[in-house]
Antibody, heavy 120, light 107 residues
């Protein structure tokens, strides 16, 4: 069965960086885009961008351009999201999510369990 | 960017009631719309894509309709396990954006 397992909760200071991992299993990792979505406490969902695990190509939401970097390691079927220059309003649950289309359809059929990043 | 507006922001209904949630796009998005259910403390779960296609394993009491700018999610007979916040998401092109959510509770 498809699973996305994320790294554990993080506490970071303002100005620091955080890197969250998302390990995929149950499917061929390079065949499906991986998106990152965040949710601040009590707030709605915010799309951050996607990575094509096959090519490494990325597309970031304009809001995060210059601060976010999405990468992948195909040898271990893992995607990463690194956010730099953290601010207190970056406190949120960060989730990876699989795109069901082989060339990117841009919705999400499987989600990781979420990683709480606290900036304080 | 295309703005997605959901209404109502919250509702309370009785078990067995028919519940309808509306999502409006600020520009036409054809049928590139998905609906998600998020239970407290959990990540979202895909319910519907392409505006009206039920994701595998989702109960048939959930249905979606609409095209262009106006969309609806309907729960034909509300069940206690349907207590959650529901989000629409447009995906015709990046940036991908979500509605603000509709919290559904049992009266």
């Amino acid at each position: 069965q498809v699973q996305l397992v994320q790294s554990g909760a993080e506490v970071q200071k303002p100005g620091a960086s955080v890197k969250v991992s998302c390990k995929a299993s149950g499917y061929t990792f390079i065949d499906y885009y991986v998106h990152w979505v965040r949710q601040a406490p009590g707030q709605g969902l915010e799309w951050m961008g996607w990575i094509n695990p096959n090519t490494g190509g990325t597309n970031y939401a304009q809001k995060f351009q210059g601060r976010v970097t999405m990468t992948r390691d195909t040898s271990i079927s893992t995607a990463y999201m690194e956010l730099s220059r953290l601010r207190s309003d970056d406190t949120a649950v960060y989730s990876c999510a699989r795109d069901p289309g082989s060339y990117g359809t841009y919705y999400f059929d499987y989600w990781g369990q979420g990683t709480l990043v606290s900036v304080s | 960017d295309i703005l997605m507006t959901q209404s109502p922001s919250s509702l309370a209904a009785s078990v067995g009631d028919r519940v309808t949630i509306t999502c409006r796009a600020s520009q036409g998005i054809s049928n590139f719309l998905a609906w998600y259910q998020q239970k407290p403390g959990k990540v979202p779960k895909l319910l519907i894509y392409a505006a009206s296609t039920l994701q595998s394993g989702v109960p048939s009491r959930f249905s979606g309709s609409g095209s262009g700018t106006d969309f609806t999610l309907t729960i034909s007979s509300l069940q206690p396990e349907d207590v959650a916040t529901y989000y629409c998401q447009k995906y015709n092109s990046a940036p991908l954006t979500f509605g603000g959510g509709t919290k559904v509770e049992i009266k």
